[in-house]
């Protein structure tokens, strides 16, 4: 079974629907907030509470995604709820589009995330996500798309590097040579 990500998927919806209710639950965020890892993400009781309410019924048949489910619910903290309608934006292609906004240019020629930091993002291998996402998560202001991000994050592989790397460069302009 394939684990999707979208506005009207069981899970997506769940999501959603979690994230939108930590807008009343400040505690809860700030404590995902300031986690720093997965690990302090999963000892929780607003991620176990989540995954103990609804994630475990929606991922019995998905092996090993608990540490998965707890960087996408970490991550999904850092975004911020002033920005409701690009977090749950629709888009046929939720996972490009996140790529997307990191090429999103601040000025003529300089990309929001820099093509440096954006090649290092995708030499990370999962163990070491969390840490660049959360920044770059700040970078992009708290406004990523929930969808997008949570896919990329918990099939974070070859196949996501290159989706993002397809939709990412041809958007940043090339650089001139010496």
């Given at each position: ?40 993400v ?20 998905t ?28 888009s046929?292609r ?25 090649r ?59």
């Amino acid at each position: 079974m394939s684990v999707e990500f979208t506005h009207d998927s069981e899970l997506g919806m769940a999501l959603a629907e979690w994230w939108l209710g930590l807008k009343d639950n400040s505690a809860a965020r700030a404590e995902l907030r300031r986690c720093n890892s997965v690990a302090e993400v999963v000892m929780t009781p607003a991620f176990q509470r989540f995954c103990q309410r609804k994630l475990r019924s929606l991922m019995q048949d998905t092996q090993m995604w608990e540490d998965r489910m707890a960087a996408v619910v970490g991550l999904l903290s850092h975004l911020r709820h002033d920005a409701e309608s690009t977090v749950l934006g629709k888009s046929a292609r939720p996972v490009e589009a996140f790529a997307e906004q990191m090429a999103d240019l601040v000025s003529a020629d300089r990309p929001l995330v820099s093509e440096l930091r954006f090649r290092r993002l995708l030499q990370n291998e999962r163990a070491d996500l969390y840490e660049s996402m959360t920044r770059i998560i700040r970078m992009l202001k708290g406004g990523a798309n929930l969808y997008g991000l949570s896919y990329s994050i918990f099939h974070w592989g070859d196949n996501v590097k290159k989706r993002w790397a397809y939709a990412y460069f041809p958007k940043v302009p090339s650089k001139k040579s010496a």
